[in-house]
């Protein structure tokens, strides 16, 4: 399987930006998705994540109302779109084929691709 992230760069506090994530390799269209990610000297975290057939969305508490995961499965691909964002979002972002649990965050399961690279100066 492969994850291409694209879409990060360099915003001004409170603006937006629109991450894609193109997966191949992989059933998409029966595969749940997620997004994550890392800061400098932190660990990667969960952000979102949207079942199969895109029904159903969660979102950790940290980001709610600022981000939006939707997915296209005509085209492989799922999409992060992240408004009024702010300097502590900055982070590399990645996908991944979660694993969607009942309980607690959804656990990925592919390797991870390159990410993109989000930078949000103040």
């Known amino acids: 399987v492969q994850l291409q992230a694209s879409g990060g760069g360099v915003v001004q506090a409170g603006g937006s930006l629109r991450l894609s994530c193109e997966a191949t390799g992989t059933i998409f269209s029966i595969s749940a998705m997620g997004w994550f990610r890392q800061a400098p000297g932190k660990e990667r975290e969960y952000l979102a994540s949207i079942t199969a057939r895109g029904s159903s969305r969660r979102y950790t508490d940290s980001v709610k109302g600022r981000l939006t995961i939707s997915r296209d499965n005509a085209k492989n691909t799922v999409y992060l779109e992240m408004n009024s964002l702010k300097p502590e979002d900055t982070a590399i972002y990645y996908c991944?084929?979660?694993?969607?649990?009942?309980?607690?965050?959804?656990?990925?399961?592919?390797?991870w691709g390159q990410g993109t690279q989000v930078t949000v100066s103040s």
């Open positions: 991944n084929v979660v694993d969607l649990q009942y309980s607690g965050d959804p656990i990925p399961y592919e390797d």
